[in-house]
């Protein structure tokens, strides 16, 4: 088991606390492998001194990026072309099997059997089922691997601009081949399936092992009141069940902030805490949305984004239902 680490990558501060809260989720539920942080060099020196701390290794790779706005700009993320940094996790070949972990999951029970499944093991992708998400994956360290996905990043490309375009095309008989690489859902639930199909959200959303807060905003985006236990800030749109990111800022204000305390010293750093102020924007469970045009919406809702608290409820939703059933 020496030789199996949880994999992860961040390549600036955000996406590090990010990790940390990841790497203590693994930490928590008793992992019994080895975790790895892969950075770029902008995640700044006391971050690294904390991520030091949470996982056995954590090594420096040099940032891939896609450079391809236009692929980036019809998934509307263009800050995703870094993700092909990613990549670099198959270099890691004194480890024999790894399972690579987006820098916004976590994990809310123990995932070591994850370890009993074969290279490419994903679960699907909610968005087009018929390619696997690239935010949990099994992997084996390759450097043959490695040198064929860099070529076939600089023959063809990427479909999205990102990691899971050039995986999906490089893996490309995920789909069909071998029903054992298809990870179930809760291994790497998203909350845009709440919105897709809430009745199976409520049927298996219980057993859920790893969640992913995938989408442009991320639990780092928002602040936490320490004192009501509440999460705030200037919530517009949401990308995660509320429970679940609740559950990420006790989980980050509890066990990641003490240490970044300790790290920053006497440096002022921005914490994502607030203690008992009424401070900017409303809590998570009274805000309101800003009146916005039905095309937008759609745009939001195709992002993944959906106002799950307030037009997109579901409550919203069920009347719409019944107004059809009519
Ligand atoms: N990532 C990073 N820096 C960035 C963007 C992404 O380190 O600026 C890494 C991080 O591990 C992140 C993953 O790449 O979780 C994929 O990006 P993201 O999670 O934002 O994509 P999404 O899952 O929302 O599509
Ligand atoms: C996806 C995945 C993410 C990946 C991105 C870019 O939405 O969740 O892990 O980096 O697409 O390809
Ligand atoms: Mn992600």
Redesign the pocket.
Known sequence: MADQAFV?????D??AR??MVLGKSLRSHKTSRKLVALI?PHVSDPARKVLHKIFDEVRLVDVLDSGDSAHLAMLK?P??G??F??LHCWTLTHYSKCVFM????MVVSNVDELFDREELSAAPDPGWPDCF???VFVFRPSKDTYEKLLKFCTEHGSFDG???GVLNSFFSNWATADISKHLPFIYNLSSIAIYTYLPAFKQYGGNAKVV?????T?PWSYTYDTKARRVRGDIQESSSHPAFLLRWWELYSQTVLPLLFEAYGDQPFHSGCVEGENGDGMSLSHHAMPMISSEERKLRWEQGQADYMGMDSFENIQKKLDSFLK
């Open positions: 992860t990558l961040a390549t600036n955000n996406y990010g990790a770029g993320r800050d995703l870094v993700t940094t990613k987006d820098a916004d999951t998400n690239s935010g990102g990691d899971q992913h807060f995938l989408g442009k991320k």
